[in-house]
């Protein structure tokens, strides 16, 4: 079932159960959560309350007068919207509720980002006919959304699509290569390689959380298959080793040090960034406090030994290149078309270009993907983006450091002038929704049985026009 179709399914789950008929279901329903809410976390016990109640459930659906007549279609997306709405209730009371899921997490993500450094496809075994990195970015960022939603299916279908985009890209390559058809031995390894690549947020917890809460008649067929590929890849990750990626054991160690190395660099350097920002922004104008950072950076490369291998010079192998302490000053200063046509060759040849673009989640994203709770992060992304712009610009010494032609700057500033009160409000209005379910869960909380039922089904609408997803909800 298609996200659109669900979506309908939703909403006409929600205006069913405001009919006066439905009045037992929505105590029902009420009823459930409360009590849900008030025990101790236990995953077993959760699980199965979950599962018993969905089932009691849409067997009750099935012989109320409210579906008489329906579908099997419309009975499946009464039973979606069912499942979606009370797992939206549950999230922060399910969702890596135990610290040992959370333990897991932390290890599991550590070790992605660390085996990520160095990992080719032919450590997994997979055949040059098969290898197209460029295309399995697609499958990384479908994977990569999985910690923006909250019901179980909507989780699921992130899974789904990253094991689609791969199913598809082997089954062309084999057709181009006159071969068989790709079959799990080698769909596997490439799966392995792009969850590796993408390093989910969380993946322990969300495979848990839809092992655990989605609805088991339909975890089946193709869902079920891919599903337990992905649970697959996790556990191999899990215990990867040299022997795992055919290689010897000292250069696995070497390899995990050096990204170690490499990480802890780029932490630090970070950290040493933002202390110099958070102590001279107060006392330092603008241009002083870019001048400062630019020291601070020249001033470490100074302390450097001159004959110590980059970090990306020790991963490929390639020559060290030192310079003649006589050699000339350089005095041409690089254009900023210049800087860009190099940066674009750099990023084509980066093995790990995917990475580049996770702190700009909305680089991939079509019109139909934005909500106008979108806008307000859209706005402080494109401030940040024409900030650092003009000062590279001003820095370069470029004359015109305009984003936009100066045709379009004025038309554009006047319309987003005229729809600035009109957006506030909506992102307002949607915030103060959104809030009543994110947060974090902080132990067995009581909630009150005479809370009013259309208190709850507004809001679990409005995350279905949202997609579901899940803002500030992670732990």
């Known amino acids: ?34 009590s849900f809410s008030n025990n101790a976390p236990d995953p077993e016990r959760d699980s199965a309350a979950v599962q018993e109640f969905l ?13 008489a007549g329906c579908s099997e279609e419309e009975l499946d997306s009464a039973g979606e919207g069912l499942e979606k709405y009370v797992m939206t209730k549950l999230f922060t009371r399910v969702f890596a509720s135990l610290p040992d899921d959370v333990k897991c997490d932390e290890e ?94 969380q993946l322990h917890s969300n495979l848990l959380y839809i092992q655990r809460y989605r609805s088991q008649s339909r975890l089946v067929a193709e869902a079920a298959y891919f599903f337990t590929n992905m649970l697959s890849a996790e556990s191999f990750i899990s215990n990867i080793d040299a022997k795992s ?45 870019i001048d400062s950072k630019h020291q601070a950076l020249n001033s470490k490369k100074e302390k450097e030994p001159v004959n110590q291998p980059k970090s990306s010079e020790r991963k ?11 050699q000339a000053p350089i005095t041409k200063v690089p254009s900023l078309s210049e800087l860009e046509n190099k940066g674009a060759t750099m990023l084509l040849k980066e093995d790990k270009a995917s990475q580049v673009f996770q702190e700009y989640p909305y680089l991939f994203a079509n019109v139909g993907d934005l909500t106008v709770s979108d806008i307000e992060d859209l706005l402080n992304n494109y401030k940040q983006l024409a900030f650092k712009y003009v000062c590279l610009s001003k820095g370069l010494g470029s004359t015109s450091p305009s984003l936009i032609s100066s045709n379009l700057h004025t038309p554009v500033l006047d319309h987003a002038e005229t729809v600035k009160e009109t957006e506030d409000q909506k992102i307002a209005e949607l915030k103060d929704e959104s809030d009543k379910d994110t ?5 067995p909380k009581s909630v009150s049985v005479s809370e009013d039922v259309e208190s709850h089904l507004p809001q679990v609408e409005a995350d279905a026009h949202q997609g579901g997803k899940n803002d500030g909800t992670s732990q």
């Open 1 to 34: 079932m298609e996200n659109t179709d669900v979506f309908l399914g939703l909403h006409d789950f929600l205006e069913r159960m405001r009919q006066p008929s439905a009045a037992d279901f929505v105590k029902s329903i009420k009823s459930f959560i409360v």
């Open 55 to 67: 089932a009691n459930m849409e067997a009750a659906f099935r012989a109320h007068p409210l579906w």
């Open 108 to 201: 599991l993500n550590e070790k992605m980002a660390l085996v990520q450094q160095f990992i080719r496809p032919e450590n997994l075994d997979i055949t040059t006919n098969f290898q197209n990195e460029t295309s399995w970015l697609l499958a990384q960022k479908e994977l990569q959304k999985i910690n923006m939603y909250k019901a179980p299916r909507d989780k699921l279908l992130c899974i789904l699509s990253c094991c689609k985009v791969i199913n598809n890209l082997l089954f062309n390559a084999s057709i181009a290569s006159n071969e068989n058809p790709p079959g799990a031995d080698e769909f596997l390894p490439v799966l392995i390689y792009v969850t590796i690549k993408a390093n989910p947020p």
């Open 245 to 289: 990626l055919s290689m010897e054991e000292s250069e696995f160690q070497n390899n995990m040090e050096s990204a170690l190395a490499l990480l802890s660099g780029l932490s630090t350097d970070m950290d040493g960034l933002s202390n110099l920002n958070d102590q001279n922004a107060v006392h330092l104008p603008r241009e002083q406090l």
């Open 316 to 326: 490929s192998g390639s020559k060290k290149v030192t310079f003649a302490k006589d």
């Open 439 to 443: 947060g974090t869960y902080d132990g």
